[in-house]
C-alpha cells in the first residue's frame, strides 16, 4: 500500500487538532460526554496521524497498534505525580498534551478512534 503524502498527513494532522480543539474549547453547545470523549478520540487519532507519518512504510495494522500503545503510555503516564509534572498538566499545553486525569474510559476511547482513524488511513491509500 502507497504511503500518503507528507502534504497529505499534515492536513490530516491540522484538520484533526482544529476539530480536537473546536470541541473542547469552542462554545458549541456539545453534550458534556462528547466534549470528553469526542475530544479524546481527535487527540488520539492525532497520534494515529503522526505515527503513520513518522512510519509511512509499516503495515497499517503494527501503526495502529504502535500509536495504541503511545496513546495508553500517556494515559498510564497520568497516574505518576510530581509537583512539576502535576503544575505542568495544570497549564493549557500540559491539558492537552497530557490531560491531568487517568481513565480507562479515555483508554478505550483512544483504541476506538485510532481503529477508525486506521480504516479511514486505508480507504484514502486505497483511493490512489
Do not use: N, Q
Not at 22 to 44: I, Q
Amino acid at each position: 500500500m502507497k504511503p500518503r503524502t507528507l502534504r497529505s498527513s499534515l492536513a490530516l494532522f491540522l484538520v484533526t487538532v482544529m476539530a480536537g480543539l473546536a470541541v473542547r474549547m469552542a462554545p458549541l453547545g456539545l453534550p458534556a460526554v462528547v466534549v470528553k470523549y469526542g475530544g479524546s478520540m481527535l487527540w488520539a487519532a492525532m497520534i494515529y496521524w503522526i505515527v503513520s507519518a513518522a512510519l509511512a512504510r509499516w503495515r497499517l495494522a503494527v501503526v495502529g497498534l504502535v500509536a495504541g500503545a503511545i496513546a495508553t503510555g500517556v494515559e498510564f503516564f497520568k497516574l505518576y505525580h510530581s509537583p512539576g509534572m502535576d503544575a505542568f498538566r495544570l497549564t493549557l499545553p500540559g491539558m492537552i498534551v497530557l490531560g491531568r486525569f487517568f481513565s480507562v474510559w479515555d483508554i478505550v476511547a483512544y483504541w476506538v478512534a485510532i481503529g477508525l482513524a486506521a480504516w479511514f488511513d486505508e480507504r484514502i491509500r486505497l483511493t490512489k
